[in-house]
């Protein structure tokens, strides 16, 4: 028993012509040969949805069928759902599919692999050459990367120029004929009633010439998938959202138009030690508490190399030190960020008794004075203790 047409493309049955082609455009990406080579089940879903959609987008093939299925189409009368000519009626899945992407018929809508990849600033007009849409790549990179730039060779997937039929959709050898809908006109005329409208013509999309014989690599779109390499050179002081651009690395353009550009959006991992504010650097470092009391020198990372820092006697955790143009390049030019770094005293949690009783003895020997914070402290907590 045949396929129920409104369940092939999940639409009920009072789906409005909008939403029937909306269901019809997501399934046939889906389902695509293009986007599942040698796979037959897939290329037969694809056949049935397109002769569902050929007979739904009707508004008299969907009454008919609305009101006897699908026998509908098999008595004397009404012929096949395109017309007469067997099995898609004589209308080919592929022409369908151009049609439904292309604008034939007052739908509108991108070009065909624009739906592929979710590409946006294509432009088209029907009947010539049109430019390819753009494309977006994420690249991840490390912090370290994007201060101090770096080249990337990134690999994707994109439409290319058809090298069979360099382009033109027509199989080598082969030439374009006038379109026999509209007679080379590029439009065609349609009867509503009392109304008449002029629309592009869904055989040619505006072109006035079909191809003589579709190429068989491309199918006649004069383009093909494949993979492409492209090398980027990123700039120091890159940040997450960077945008970089790589012309004409995007769908090659239909027909002899212009290729689009590709977009590489930049994402900076998060560091291990280091966390970014605009260009400037912050970082968390453990001293001794020895350290903290005497004084001393230590060495701190940075992002170009190990670097020095002098700690006073006396400094206290929360402290924070600037090492001046230790953190990200400004991306246009001018001087660097700084490296903020946060000190941390990090008191001992185990003692020998040897140092416990050092540190008693120190305990008896200091007074106040050498605990400015804590006098204080106390001081103001005196009325609390009363």
Same mark, same amino acid.
């Given at each position: ?10 639409? !009920? ?13 997501? #399934? ?14 897939? &290329?037969? *879903? ?27 189409? *098999?008595?004397?009368? @009404? ?8 099995? @898609? ?7 369908? /599919? ?17 739906? /592929?990849? +979710? +590409?946006?600033?294509?432009? #088209? ?11 977006? =790549? ?10 101090? $730039? ?15 039929? !360099?382009?033109? %959709?027509?199989?080598? $050898? ?19 009633? /009392?109304? !008449? ?52 690395? %995007?769908?090659? +353009?239909? @027909?002899?138009?212009?290729? +689009?550009?590709? =977009? ?7 560091? &291990? ?14 001293? *001794? ?31 924070? /030190? ?21 000190? #941390? ?8 008794? &040897? ?24 001081? *103001? ?6």
């Amino acid at each position: 028993m045949a396929n129920d047409y409104y369940e092939l493309l999940g639409v !009920s049955r009072d789906v409005s012509d909008s939403d029937l082609k909306k269901a019809y455009r997501k #399934q046939a990406v889906k389902y695509h040969p293009d986007k599942n080579p040698d796979d037959a089940a897939a &290329e037969a *879903k694809f056949k049935e949805i397109s002769e569902a959609y050929d007979v739904l987008k009707d508004a008299d093939k969907r009454a008919a069928y609305d009101r006897y299925g699908h026998a509908a189409f *098999k008595q004397n009368g @009404m012929g096949n759902p395109g017309g007469g000519r067997g099995g @898609m009626g004589g209308h080919d899945p592929f022409d369908i /599919f151009r049609e439904a992407f292309g604008g034939g018929g007052g739908g509108g809508g991108g070009g065909i692999f624009e739906e /592929f990849f +979710g +590409g946006g600033g294509g432009g #088209q007009s029907h009947g010539g050459a049109q430019h390819g849409s753009d494309l977006r =790549y994420d690249l991840e990179i490390s912090l370290e990367e994007a201060a101090k $730039g770096t080249e990337k060779e990134i690999k994707y997937r994109r439409p290319v120029a058809c090298k069979k039929c !360099s382009g033109s %959709g027509a199989e080598p $050898g082969s030439k374009k004929v006038t379109c026999p809908t509209c007679g080379g006109a590029g439009q065609v005329t349609s009867n509503r009633g /009392f109304i !008449s409208y002029r629309q592009v013509c869904p055989t040619c999309q505006g072109a006035g010439q079909t191809i003589e014989k579709p190429c068989t690599s491309c199918r006649g779109e004069g383009r093909v998938m494949d993979s492409s390499t492209v090398k980027v050179r990123i700039p120091a002081g890159v940040h997450t959202g960077s945008k970089l651009r790589s012309a004409g690395k %995007g769908e090659a +353009g239909h @027909m002899g138009g212009q290729a +689009g550009d590709l =977009y590489i959006i930049i994402h900076v991992k998060e560091h &291990e030690l280091f966390e970014r504010h605009d260009n400037d650097l912050f970082c968390e470092v453990p001293i *001794k508490f020895t350290l903290a009391a005497l004084g001393g020198s230590i060495s701190v990372p940075t992002l170009f190399g190990k670097g020095s820092l002098k700690i006073p006697a006396g400094t206290q955790t929360g402290t924070t /030190f600037r090492l001046r143009e230790q953190g990200i390049p400004a991306l246009r030019g001018g001087r660097k960020g700084d490296l903020l770094i946060r000190v #941390q005293v990090e008191v001992p949690t185990k003692l020998t008794s &040897e140092q416990t009783a050092k540190l008693e003895e120190y305990a008896e020997a200091c007074g106040d004075p050498a605990n400015p914070v804590s006098e204080s402290f106390v001081e *103001k907590a005196k009325k609390f203790f009363r």
